[in-house]
């Protein structure tokens, strides 16, 4: 049995917020800052075909080519990850990105994605690719 409308709006009112706030994509801290006192991050950014068969491990794209906007939210981070990009340095940490698709995307809809690379997305030249950050200030 479905839930009706009314069953459904009165459980969205336990999870309404009471203002956001924009976040610079360039600003780590405060986007760090909100995932440590519990409140997710809204990100738009533009994602390719790539985005949809990652499987697993390191989220990287390079692809410039059939890029749609998508939003999705940074969940966490891990200042401790670390990995080996295409020209053999070693880069540590990243964001835990839910995908808001389906669990059947990703790592059960989850996307590891570096901080090397989150910077990439945020200031490739050609595209534009992330777009905005945004956060809740309080919950009702």
């Known amino acids: 049995c479905a839930p009706t409308n009314n069953q ?3 459980q ?8 956001w706030d924009s976040i610079s ?3 780590f801290d405060r986007i760090k800052g909100s995932l440590y006192r519990g409140f997710p991050v809204a990100v738009g950014m533009m994602v390719g075909d790539d985005f949809e068969k990652y499987k697993g491990g390191v989220f990287k794209t390079y692809e410039t080519q059939n890029m749609s ?3 999705m939210a940074i969940v966490g ?3 401790n990850y670390q990995y080996t990009d295409p020209s053999n340095n070693t880069c ?6 839910q995908n808001s698709w389906s669990s059947t995307v990703g790592v059960s809809g989850y996307y590891v994605l570096p901080y090397t690379h989150f910077n990439y997305l945020i200031s490739s030249g050609n595209t534009s690719q992330l777009m905005s950050c945004w956060y809740a200030v309080n919950f009702y």
């Open 8 to 10: 459904f709006n009165d």
């Open 12 to 19: 969205a009112k336990n999870f309404r917020i009471s203002g």
């Open 25 to 27: 994509p360039y600003d």
């Open 69 to 71: 906007g998508h939003a």
């Open 77 to 79: 981070y891990d200042d």
């Open 92 to 97: 540590v940490g990243c964001f835990i990105i």
